[in-house]
């Protein structure tokens, strides 16, 4: 029996970003070292999970993220500036699909033989006094588990297919007929990303099982397989949005600011968290790795300055004062002095 599950997703995106690069580096500026905290920490976990609020927020396609541990975290004080975090957070993607807008609470990861997990660098400005949260940066690396390790803990479990292979393309084709037919008020066409305005935008989850066909019968033709096709389909509501409508320290994103020295007549700007999510395939193990260093499994990098001493990122938008409003951003922190206390416990361990 050939079990094939689909998942055919169809996003709307639309997106006006004006992305402002970090300032000249500070004059003669100190070089205050990073400090490390402990990834158990209710400061560090309440600012991780604000974290990937906004790193789920921001998504045009695939599913939100959930925190599984943070594994190193960083703060760089700033006097009346506040503080800069630099988080590495591991993670797992849940079965919630980023436009269902459903809170993270409600959306568990996935059954173990269908884990995709990996991690996140961010950079995460908070300022209490002056109630600023905002995300400056953050980049994530995401694969799924192995199949070799899922059959090594379940021969029988259903494990990822191409999604070009042709069998593939027969199971959605399939699926979605079975729902227009019995859905004939409303057609739908099988897409994988597209832009829309009025049609609704939706995830849906079909399988098509194959089993032996009938013994030949007279003046039937003979039948190699019977096809079995079940699908459901979960509809999301418009995804406009209205850029600026919101306020930065209730949502965590940035107000729209006009550019200085710009064209009175000119549009505002909006600035956006500088990041992408980026998916690899499974990681295989080879079985001669033995005595061999391990490939690193999540290559995420982050930086948005190399200059030791540290850049100036202008974040005068967050503020809507007359002063300029600058973060010192230093280069993202590696393994070195990381507190003893990372990583922090994992919520569930991956296979």
Do not use: W
Not at 4 to 17: I, M, S
Not at 170 to 179: D, G, P, Q, R
Request: glycine share 6%.
């Amino acid at each position: 029996m050939d079990v094939l599950r689909l998942l055919v997703l169809c996003t709307l995106a639309a997106c006006c970003v004006a992305r402002s690069p970090p300032g000249p580096p500070l004059p003669n500026a100190p070089f205050a070292p990073l400090r490390s905290l402990g990834c158990n920490d209710s400061e560090v976990l309440a600012v991780a999970g604000f974290a990937l609020q906004n790193i789920n927020r921001v998504q045009k396609d695939g599913y939100m993220l959930t925190l599984n541990r943070v594994h190193d975290a960083r703060v760089h004080r700033q006097e009346d500036m506040g503080s800069l975090f630099y988080l590495t957070l591991d993670v797992l993607e849940t079965g919630c699909h980023v436009l269902s807008r459903k809170a993270l609470k409600d959306c568990g990861p996935r059954i173990f033989y269908e884990t995709v997990h990996g991690q996140c660098k961010a950079m995460f400005h908070v300022n209490k006094p002056r109630r600023v949260l905002y995300l400056p940066a953050y980049n994530c690396t995401l694969r799924p588990v192995s199949k070799r390790k899922i059959h090594s803990m379940c021969p029988d479990c259903p494990h990822p297919v191409d999604l070009s292979s042709p069998s593939v393309l027969e199971a959605a084709t399939e699926s979605l007929a079975k729902f227009n037919s019995e859905n004939p008020s409303k057609q739908y066409a099988l897409v994988k990303v597209t832009k829309a305005t009025s049609q609704p935008v939706g995830l849906c989850q079909g399988s098509l099982i194959k089993s032996p066909g009938l013994p030949p019968q007279p003046g039937v033709p003979p039948q190699r397989f019977k096809k079995t096709v079940t699908v459901s389909c979960e509809f999301f509501e418009s995804q406009d949005q209205v850029p600026g409508g919101e306020n930065p320290a209730d949502t965590q994103d940035a107000k729209k600011l006009p550019q200085k020295n710009a064209d009175p007549t000119s549009s505002p700007s909006i600035t956006a968290p500088r990041g992408s999510i980026q998916h690899l395939p499974e990681q295989e193990e080879p079985e001669d790795s033995k005595g061999k260093s391990p490939e690193e499994p999540f290559p995420v990098q982050l930086d948005l300055t190399t200059n030791p001493q540290g850049d100036t990122l202008d974040v005068s938008f967050l503020y809507l004062e007359p002063e300029e409003k600058k973060l010192v951003v230093l280069p993202f922190p590696g393994k070195e002095q990381r507190s003893p206390e990372c990583p922090g416990p994992e919520k569930q361990r991956t296979p």
